[in-house]
């Protein structure tokens, strides 16, 4: 199914209290029930629209197996394996207990920024500070967990990657994400995350968001 744009203000919570409220936002800030408070500006926010039938849970377990055998930690190939990062957030704050990945293309400090293409990262320093999109995030008590995939240099919508493989689509298995945060869209729908950072320029959030069955 579709999935609706939200740009207000505010993300109303689904009529349904049973919708689980798993975020990706665009920018530099991520709102989830009480916390919509903490972030008053605008914000692209995805969030999981499959509450009825099977849970993600199963359905990451009815694929794992066969999609990605020797790396169970990531079925879904929505995170970056060149790059691992774990950083965590502050020990209060609106955020605290979540964790999110984090878009291969935001600097988190001590690790390299892959941009979806190893060239790219091979030319790539570690980052000496952290951006201030993601440190918001760890600010407010998020833990970040990994960097999620991205198209290559995030210049496509579809979601595959010649160089590192497409993630999966768990809501719409055997097609595409959607990109360019592909790996964004796929940790939040498969429920690896309780939120993902994208980026939108042409429509880099809101297609894998319609793609994956969620709000972006």
């Not at 008053?40 to 359905?59: C, E, I, K, Q």
Request: proline residues 7%; charged residues 15%.
């Amino acid at each position: 199914p579709m999935a609706q744009v939200i740009r207000d203000s505010k993300c109303r919570r689904p009529a349904d209290s049973s919708v689980p409220l798993r975020l990706i936002v665009k920018g530099s800030a991520v709102n989830r029930r009480s916390t919509l408070r903490a972030f008053p500006r605008r914000r692209y926010h995805f969030v999981n629209l499959f509450s009825h039938g099977p849970s993600a849970a199963s359905r990451l377990a009815r694929y794992s197996a066969h999609m990605h055998p020797l790396n169970e930690p990531d079925p879904l190939n929505a995170f970056c394996r060149h790059t691992a990062v774990r950083v965590p957030g502050a020990l209060a704050g609106p955020l605290a207990g979540l964790q999110c990945g984090i878009k291969d293309i935001y600097a988190i400090q001590g690790s390299r920024t892959g941009f979806g293409h190893p060239q790219w990262l091979a030319a790539q320093a570690p980052a000496t500070q952290t951006a201030p999109a993601v440190q918001r995030l760890l600010d407010a008590g998020a833990t970040v967990i990994g960097k999620t995939q991205t198209d290559e240099l995030t210049y496509s919508l579809t979601g595959e990657n010649y160089h590192y493989g497409t993630p999966v689509n768990v809501n719409a298995v055997g097609r595409i994400p959607g990109g360019s945060s592909s790996g964004s869209a796929a940790a939040t729908a498969g429920g690896l995350v309780d939120f993902a950072l994208g980026s939108d320029t042409g429509g880099s959030v809101r297609l894998p968001a319609s793609f994956c069955g969620i709000f972006g």
